[in-house]
């Protein structure tokens, strides 16, 4: 069975950070761009962070551009996502998700999808 898994989520003040970590099982991910999605209470799920198959190439959302950082250290491994400098409006549950594309990116399909993990951001 395939499965992506997230964690690090949890619940921080503002202006704090978190590292969530999105963990492949079931098979390997070589070559799948890999993304960030977070949906919040009432809102539509929305891309925030993208990153190639090759690992050379992210995207980010303008909400997040230079507060948080896509990375994955091994295209067999892990893929990261800091978050900086958190803000309330960042609360949602955080998704992972994998295409079989060296493409990252809002508004393209997705093959795989994690259960999600919940940040939630005090004032």
């Known amino acids: 069975q395939v499965q992506l898994v997230e964690s690090g989520g949890g619940l921080v003040q503002a202006g704090g950070s978190l590292k969530l970590s999105c963990t492949a099982s079931?098979?390997?991910?070589?070559?799948?761009?890999m993304s960030w999605f977070r949906q919040a209470p009432g809102k539509e799920r929305e891309f925030v962070a993208g990153?190639?198959?090759?690992?050379?190439?992210?995207f980010y959302a303008d909400s997040v551009k230079g507060r948080w950082t896509i990375s994955r250290p091994s295209v067999l491994g892990t893929v990261y996502l800091q978050m900086n400098s958190l803000s309330p409006e960042d609360t949602a549950v955080y998704y992972c998700?994998?295409?079989?594309?060296?493409?990252?990116?809002?508004?393209?399909?997705?093959?795989?999808w994690g259960q999600g993990t919940q940040v939630t951001v005090s004032s």
């Open positions: 998700a994998a295409r079989s594309s060296t493409t990252a990116g809002p508004d393209l399909l997705y093959d795989y």
């Open positions: 079931g098979r390997t991910f070589i070559g799948y761009a």
């Open positions: 990153i190639s198959g090759s690992g050379s190439r992210t």
